[in-house]
């Protein structure tokens, strides 16, 4: 073997994309030092997509001060990538707005706001950027991204003409959206969204039905939260001529998706599809022939848009074999099916669930494996 491809996910818990890569490298020089190793840290939409854009085009960082979903002030961070002469901005709401920041008690999404994104937007706004890649994973959210919307200028008011309160209880309140106060040169910026449900706004498949639970919400309470999506979306209908109301996608981060289509004309695409197209990943592919990936769990929602699927379609391409490496493994059969070379879980003995997660034991159990994995493969001349 002269060229070997790296692309995997990060290790949820353990290690980055990038960490990923630079120890599966290692692995590899054990057994082939002189092959080429080419490393290319990937996400699929979801936290940690900014981080692994941005690393990878070589792009800036920018830190500033935004509410989180409870509107405490925070410190968080954005990505600027300068090509052809344009800005574009590389954001995770989940940095602002995600449920990471907030602890399992505090979880409410008849209160928590998107606020914290629509700051990011706008601090990227006033740095020159025009284009915008949003990834809408991991949200603590069921606002239909009125906090958003609210930290761009616009005003969401009650029948009395009075501004609702945050979070997504208050929808149900909604009685007019005014837009008078925002930017239209940011409105006419280009956005896409990277996005992994195909999930409506309301409805049983929508936001609060599918995703309010692990966000805090009683049933009780999920039955209020899509009845606050239902309000905004005739809203919207009936002020701006546009229905969100059964659009795929549309129920993504707590109806922000909805949010973006309705106010930005945003384009929603798929994660994996949509960072590798960013990324131009097939050009990495030339002359490979291995290519290795991986994430923490492995089993059969790999194959539903995460990071391992979208690779191996790629090289499926062109014919070069892929091996997917991962902390726990399930659905071998299913996955080697699917086209996968090899389906390789990464534990070398059993340890507990902690310990196992550990960097420095993800480490050596990723050289490990991967020095396995090319020695056998050269050995048989692959």
Known sequence: MKKIVVASD??????????????IEAGIHLELPDVQVVKVPVADGGEGTMQTLVDALCGEYVTCQVYDPLMRTITSSYGIIHQNGENTAIIDMASASGITLISEKERDPFITTTYGTGQLIADAYSRGCRHFIVGVGGSATNDAGKGMLEALGCRFLDVNGKTLAPGGKSLNELSFIDISEMDKSLLDSEFTIICDVCNPLFGEQ??????????GASPAEIEILDNGLKRFAACVKTQFETDIAHLPGAGAAGGLGAAFIAFFNAVLKPGINTVLDVLCFENYLSGADLVITGEGKVDEQTLMGKVPQGILTLAQKYDIPVVILGGAVESRQVLTAAGFLGVFCIQSSAISLSEALKASITVENLKQTASQIVRLLSFHKF
């Open 10 to 23: 990060s290790f949820k818990g353990s290690l980055t994309s990038l960490q990923v890569a630079d120890a």
């Open 206 to 215: 929508g936001a609060a039905y599918v995703f309010a639970p692990q966000k």
